[in-house]
Nanobody, 122 residues
Framework: QVQLLESGGGLVQAGGSLKLSCRAS????????MAWFRQAPGTQREFVAA????????SYSDPVKGRFTISRDNAENTVTLQMTHLKSKATAVYFC???????????????WGQGTQVTVSS
């Protein structure tokens, strides 16, 4: 049974930082790209960042480029999202997902975590 378990969400002031983690189990971690998505109330789930399975490629959505960093530890089956200079519009539930390399559409990702709430106060 595949499980993706996110942690690290919480309340942070605008301009602050937060680090999210996701631990995967039940799958061959190195066979999947790992990604983060987010969903604010009343909006569609949107792509945030992805890290390729081979460890060489990362991609980011324009709103977070330069402020968020995704990394993965294949020995620990974890992927992290370091978020800095947070803005209030980053408030959302953040989801970890596993899927193929090179995609940012939620429908392409087969496995999802339950999500962790990030709230940025202005």
């Amino acid at each position: 049974q595949v499980q993706l378990l996110e942690s690290g969400g919480g309340l942070v002031q605008a301009g602050g930082s937060l680090k999210l983690s996701c631990r995967a189990s039940g799958l061959t971690f190195t066979a999947y790209a790992m990604a983060w998505f987010r969903q604010a109330p009343g909006t569609q789930r949107e792509f945030v960042a992805a890290h390729s399975w081979d460890g060489y490629g990362t991609s980011y959505s324009d709103p977070v480029k330069g402020r968020f960093t995704i990394s993965r530890d294949n020995a620990e089956n974890t992927v992290t999202l370091q978020m800095t200079h947070l803005k209030s519009k980053a408030t959302a539930v953040y989801f970890c997902a596993a899927g193929p390399n090179g995609f940012s559409e939620p429908g392409m990702f087969a496995y999802w975590g339950q999500g962790t709430q990030v709230t940025v106060s202005s």
